[in-house]
């Protein structure tokens, strides 16, 4: 009788679907590596951040146009129109008509006419031409757009904001459109006929390093439909608020171009240049709240909002699941088995292989795990990590702190575990006598 014959395991066989299971990996490692690099990249801005750059733009229009105490102001003397008493700078003040010094001038000799300063009493330097104007800083003076913002900042950066108050109000003159004059006397009374005439600051800027001889040309200046009113403004305060200053209040407001200092909010407004503020802003909230696009991974779908966190997640597992592996693989080998031969890259030696290996193992998924901790911690502290991290830590909530810190754990397990896996990658050893694998 024949008796059949047992076929016997081949020694190294089991190595083929080994290594094959583990390419299957590297390939998932590699896709979910490249899927969140191209995710995260994929939009040029974060919209909550973008939110939180313009936050800082209306906080400072809210400091620009708020108590200007503490400034650091100077005092600055101009050329008079006319000679005579002067007072302190004050909202409102009466005028005493003098004689004309012409026949038949000025009707309402020695009458009290009302005056009023437009508010507030703080003036823009904007430098055009060889002189500068004065321009009152309102609500209207206060770049409304990006577009506006950038050009504005820009200048900021560069050559500093200068302001100026008005400090006394000297004498004055009234003309009529003849030509005829008459001196305006400033008296301490309010009191005075009519209804007060609207007076608003003209002239040139006094230069910074002004003398007696060049110390710039300033009047307030008004009409009643008739009659033109000049005062003299005889001193002004001036102080030149530079990007630096406004940093020490506003930390992302630093002392660089608009597209350095905001670059969020730069690439927010391309295309949308001329919206004003409160119409971008509503467009960026909407976009930070919508929550409906999604991300597919070997058919698990993921909200974009999460991404951040179960990313991290996954691209950890995967590769704490090949480095177990590896490292198994790393001791089973021998220089005989017929997994070398498998269509691997780590199963090559070359150099090209060994390139391309470390690419996908070590520099994709760490450069993965960067973004999406850079991403989350973005969201989480929106005025940025500073590298006093401590006081990061104490300036957000406890359950920040957890997700943060959790952040930061994950990039540095995600970078360590990228390190074991080229460590463990299949290398050619002396020959020895295989171990079986299973038992």
């Not at 790393?330 to 690419?359: C, E, I, V, Y």
């Amino acid at each position: 009788m024949r008796i059949p014959s047992t076929q016997r395991s081949v020694p190294g066989d089991w190595s083929k679907g080994f290594v094959e299971h583990l390419r299957t990996v590297h390939f998932a490692l590699l896709s979910i590596s490249v899927a969140l690099i191209l995710l995260l990249l994929s939009k040029p801005y974060d919209a909550r951040t973008a939110v939180s750059e313009l936050n800082q733009i209306v906080s400072l229009k809210k400091f620009l146009l708020g108590p200007t105490e503490g400034w650091g102001w100077q005092t600055v003397e101009t050329v008079p129109i006319a000679s005579g008493e002067a007072i302190f700078y004050a909202p409102s003040f009466g005028a005493t008509v003098g004689k004309s010094s012409t026949k038949g001038g000025i009707p309402f000799e020695g009458k009290t006419l009302t005056f009023r300063v437009s508010q507030p009493n703080v003036y823009t330097c904007e430098r055009r031409s060889i002189s500068d104007e004065y321009r009152q800083l309102d609500s209207s003076a206060f770049p409304n757009n990006v577009k506006e913002f950038s050009t504005w900042w820009n200048k900021i950066a560069q050559s500093g904001l200068t302001l100026a108050e008005i400090r006394t109000i000297g004498e004055g003159m009234v003309w009529d459109l003849d030509k005829h004059s008459a001196p305006l006397h400033i008296v301490s009374s309010l009191s005075g006929s009519g209804m007060a005439i609207e007076l608003s600051m003209r002239g040139f800027c006094p230069n910074e390093n002004s003398k007696s001889s060049d110390p710039g040309l300033t009047s307030l200046v008004g009409t009643d439909g008739n009659y033109q009113f000049d005062f003299s403004v005889e001193k002004v305060s001036r102080v030149v608020l530079t990007a630096d200053f406004l940093q020490q209040r506003f930390p992302r407001l630093r002392n660089v171009s608009f597209e350095a200092c905001l670059p969020n909010l730069a690439k927010a407004g391309r295309g949308r240049e001329e919206h004003d503020f409160d119409t971008l802003a509503t467009v960026l909230n909407q976009e930070a709240t919508r929550g409906s696009e999604e991300f597919e991974v070997f058919g698990i779908k993921l909200p974009s909002e999460q991404v951040t966190g179960w990313g991290l997640v996954i691209l950890i597992g995967v590769q704490l699941y090949l480095v177990m592996y590896l490292k198994q693989l790393s001791n089973k080998l021998t220089p005989d088995d017929p997994g070398w031969h498998m269509p691997w890259m780590a199963m090559d030696q070359s150099l090209l292989a060994r390139a391309l290996l470390f690419l996908t193992v070590v520099v994709l998924p760490s450069s993965a795990g960067l973004l999406v901790s850079i991403r989350a911690t973005r969201q989480i502290v929106p005025n940025g990590l500073k590298w006093k991290i401590i006081e990061t830590f104490r300036s957000i909530s406890v359950p920040d702190r957890i997700e943060l810190a959790l952040m930061i754990l994950g990039f540095v397990v995600c970078v360590t575990l990228s390190i074991v896996c080229w460590k463990y990658r299949p290398k050619l050893n002396d020959p020895k006598a295989p171990a079986e694998l299973f038992e």
